[in-house]
């Protein structure tokens, strides 16, 4: 087999290398090779099996894309993406092979425990990138198969759907006068979803008993834990390309259910919300869908978590909603997360520039306004750029640190002698200087704009004015 090491900065794959020939040849060398008959046609055919469509080398450059888009750390065999190209040319022919034949045994997931918003863990499983490499050509072949299937309801994972269409279908259904519902949440789903029940749905719309079997061998595949392979007997693991598309197959029963029994509701992933209009009509819900979801899907509903409940303050996304008009505004607890990173990044006794930590902040923050763009109030944005402003003051000002520099720099920035000097000298602290007249027209907002302090509010009117014209 010939060898090939990409340059170092190279994550391309070249499909059309000699190693690959076997397997991925060019269109006008389809007539002799071998595999020819089974590849006459274009990727997508009827007449071209699942598996084949699959390691199709038009699907495998688009999951390439995606893998090396995503980045991600190493697998438990330690090859990193920018590595993999190398890896792939060495072992992809054998591993073409296996996935035709439907033996491919796909190797362990690195466990990662990461701490969950209620103060839970949650276990993800970090595969190898030619794991990742192999899921994502799955999915990217199962998707347009069962996706115009789903539920018009169901917004997780899904292509062109998003969150911020789930909070919107919510806000319709209350100003359409359901004033409760039913916030039902299922304990570790994605841990104890049965793989038998999962795989007998896939399935319904899947022939290819080569597919099926190496989609259970990758569920079955286990995850290293410290070194130590512990099998997979339940659950879909969480960190795979695969995994979105296969709990919304296991849970599109569950819409399908709710719709003919003509219930409105609304589910991201394995968050769902279903409405009434009265609260003995949601605690009838409540227990039928709970006998439902324990006997049919082999799912446990966290009985701790889950509740009747009326519109009125409830929660979804890290939204909360007003219980008549369906006002939308971010949960008390997102703001409360939101501080608490910004605090972290603004943290004054980190050894980082003021371009760096404003570079952290700018990027976090601009992420979580393109996600808060639905919240109604303007007052809200204002409010927070200004704790903003004064809690990047209140840095600067602790960076500044001796009396002299400090001096000097109010100076510079236009403040009159004796208030340079009684503030240069002031023993109180930070936070309580950065309140103070003369640093607030030092630093103005125009100049902690300059050196790239972000504005929240600005960016929230961008994108409230792109809503109106959409």
């Not at 795989?199 to 130590?228: H, S, T, W, Y």
């Not at 889950?306 to 505004?329: A, N, Q």
Request: with cysteine; charged share 30%.
């Amino acid at each position: 087999m010939t060898s090939y090491r990409p340059k170092d900065d190279s994550t391309q794959i070249d499909f059309s290398h000699e190693a690959l020939r076997e397997c991925f040849v060019s269109e006008p060398q389809r007539g002799q090779s071998s595999m020819a008959d089974k590849e006459k046609t274009a990727l997508g055919s009827e007449t071209l099996n699942l598996m084949e469509q699959v390691v199709h080398w038009g699907n495998m450059q688009k999951a390439w894309k995606a893998v090396r888009r995503n980045q991600g750390a190493p697998g438990p065999d330690g090859i990193h993406v920018k590595e993999f190209p190398a890896y792939f040319y060495q072992h992809w022919p054998k591993i073409w092979q296996q996935l035709l034949d439907g033996t491919y045994q796909p190797s362990a997931a690195r466990r990662k425990t990461i701490p969950k918003k209620d103060g839970g863990e949650r276990l993800l499983g970090i595969p190898n990138v030619m794991e990742r490499l192999i899921t994502q050509a799955i999915s990217q072949i199962l998707t347009p198969i069962f996706d115009p299937g789903f539920s018009e309801s169901s917004y997780g994972y899904r292509p062109k759907r998003s969150a911020s269409g789930a909070i919107k279908q919510i806000q319709r259904t209350i100003r359409s006068g359901y004033r409760q519902c039913i916030d039902m949440d299922l304990s570790k789903f994605f841990d104890r979803c049965q793989h038998d029940a999962l795989l007998a749905r896939v399935a319904r719309k899947i022939d290819d008993k080569r597919l099926l079997r190496v989609i259970g061998n990758f569920l079955r595949a286990g995850v290293m834990v410290e070194r130590q392979h512990q099998p997979s007997h339940e659950g879909v693991m969480q960190g795979s390309p695969l995994s979105p598309l296969l709990s919304n197959i296991l849970l599109d029963d569950l819409d399908k259910e709710l719709e003919k029994r003509g219930l409105l509701f609304v589910r991201y992933a394995d968050d769902f919300l279903i409405f009434t209009k009265t609260r003995i009509a949601a605690e009838r819900v409540f227990r039928s869908v709970e006998r439902y979801l324990t006997s049919k899907l082999k799912l446990i509903v966290n009985r701790d978590k889950s509740r009747v409940c009326s519109t009125k303050g409830v929660e979804f996304l890290s939204y909360r909603f007003d219980g008549y008009s369906g006002y939308i505004e971010v949960s008390p607890k997102s703001l409360s997360r939101f501080k608490k990173r910004c605090r972290e990044i603004l943290n004054r006794n980190h050894g980082k520039s003021t371009t760096q930590r404003l570079g952290e902040l700018r990027r976090y923050l601009r992420g979580w306004v393109n996600y808060f763009a639905l919240e109604e109030s303007k007052s809200l944005f204002e409010e927070l750029d200004k704790w903003l402003r004064r809690r990047t003051r209140a840095c600067i000002w602790k960076q500044w640190r001796l009396p002299s520099t400090r001096i000097r720099n109010l100076k510079q920035l236009g403040v009159r002698l004796e208030e340079t000097i009684s503030h240069g000298n002031s023993r109180k602290g930070p936070w309580r200087m950065s309140r103070s007249l003369a640093i607030s027209m030092a630093m103005t907002t125009q100049w902690l704009t300059k050196i790239g302090l972000f504005s929240l509010s600005k960016a929230w009117k961008e994108l409230a004015s792109k809503r109106r014209t959409a």
